[in-house]
């Protein structure tokens, strides 16, 4: 399988530029991906030639846009292979969809007595909501805890799920470890049990990094929700996606009202509201991004995402040995990680060797990557992180070897 590398790098003008006099390196794709032109070029024909406000127009130009703007949420399922569009929920990011699936499926279906369990590699933005929803509501956030080298383990979780157990909440890929969670079995191994139990546990995967790292596909994951975001998948910052399975999205209540979601609204007869998805879309969406995402979504799809990850797979293995060669470099997580390495380098903090690693015109990501329990469970406060994209290159991992070398012997 030939994959182009050099040919894909054409594409990203961000790539090809100096920083502090150095040609950038850039490590940093699980915080955000740089963006092709594709996409910008999409957007900006669309802001320029196409655009104007979608939904209730009866002028052609608004009718073409919500026609764009449909077609882009089929793209949405079709990359996910959901079984259909009415499954996808534009969102901000996958921040917003775990705090729309916590405010209006968790406010609905988790009662006081109830328990969720999230895991201790999740980021912040699958803790934060639940546990903000745990004070309003009162039920119990149990955790599933990881081994030494960064594995959920999964002979916990039996014990974890009992009959008030209603919510599985974990990511897809660790944006920390890199670790790769089996996430079909878990599912079937959660649900399995709570039906032996007589109940029902819903699931839902923080996406974040998965779906920039994988192909993912609902149908046959069988998950309940799985939240992800553009900026990370090479398209447009303020646009995500949550997938929510119809027959779930077709009982949760709106969380934010306002235009564009109601049926009817009646100071005498009170206000019914859109079916699902348009009844979780409050308000003008976010349409040029939502553009932009559909350019990103047909990008993955030209180049051949099964080409790309295999790519990115023999650069990670390329990157774990190289690291190993510096005898004072700490790794944390295994060697089957995806996407993100993570390390310290001796007794210095992440954010000087970020610092260091800048003036080389190499951009990392230091500090506790919103994932302060798991830097706990670590030990640590802080950890560089190195992440690659579609368009990383060995010489990319090369310069970030020798500099790290060559800091480690600055720093001694
Ligand atoms: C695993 C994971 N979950 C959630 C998020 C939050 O994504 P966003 O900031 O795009 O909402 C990130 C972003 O870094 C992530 O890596």
């Not at 929700?225 to 553009?230: H, L, V």
Request: glycine residues 8%.
């Amino acid at each position: 399988m030939f994959y182009n590398v050099i040919s894909i790098r054409q594409d990203f003008p961000g790539l090809h530029q100096k920083v502090n006099n150095h040609p950038l390196v850039y490590l940093d794709s699980a915080a955000s991906t740089q963006k092709p032109l594709q996409v910008f070029k999409k957007e900006s024909e669309f802001t320029l030639y196409q655009y104007a406000a979608v939904h209730r127009g009866i002028h052609t130009l608004s009718i073409q846009a919500t026609s764009m703007m449909e077609k882009v949420r089929q793209k949405a399922a079709n990359f996910i292979h959901a079984s259909s569009a009415e499954e996808i929920v534009f969102v901000k990011g996958t921040t917003e969809a775990i705090n729309l699936v916590a405010n209006s499926f968790g406010r609905k279906f988790i009662g006081k007595n109830d328990n969720i369990i999230i895991t201790e590699m999740e980021h912040h933005a699958n803790i934060v909501p639940w546990y903000m929803l745990s004070k309003v509501i009162g039920f119990e956030i149990r955790i599933l805890s990881i081994s030494d080298t960064g594995k959920l383990k999964l002979e916990k979780l039996n014990k974890l799920i009992d009959a008030q157990t209603r919510l599985l909440s974990f990511t897809h890929i660790s944006n920390v470890l890199g670790t790769i969670n089996p996430v079909k079995e878990i599912i079937q191994q959660a649900k399995t049990l709570a039906a032996s139990y007589g109940t029902e546990l819903h699931v839902l995967i923080d996406g974040a990094q998965g779906a920039m790292h994988s192909i993912v596909n609902m149908q046959d994951l069988d998950c309940d929700f799985y939240a992800f975001s553009g900026h990370k998948l090479y398209g447009p910052t303020g646009i995500g996606i949550l997938y929510a399975k119809k027959t779930i999205l077709d009982q949760m209540p709106p969380w934010e009202g306002g235009g564009s979601m109601i049926q009817n609204v009646s100071f005498k007869n009170g206000i019914t509201y859109a079916d699902a998805p348009w009844r979780f879309e409050a308000g003008t969406p976010n349409i040029t991004a939502i553009i932009g995402l559909g350019a990103a979504f047909d990008y993955l799809s030209e180049i051949g995402q099964e080409k790309a990850f295999s790519h990115e797979e023999k650069i990670m293995t390329y990157a774990t040995q190289k690291l190993k060669d510096i005898p004072a470099l700490v790794l944390f997580g295994n060697d089957k990680r995806k996407g993100v390495i993570s390390f310290n380098l001796g007794t210095h903090h992440s954010y000087d060797v970020g610092l260091f690693l800048d003036q080389y015109g190499i951009a990392i990501r230091t500090g506790h990557h919103c994932a302060l329990p798991l830097m706990n469970r670590l030990n640590i406060s802080a950890a560089c992180r190195a992440s690659i994209g579609i368009y990383t290159t060995q010489d990319d991992i090369d310069v970030l070897f020798n500099a790290l070398k060559r800091i480690n012997t600055l720093l001694g």
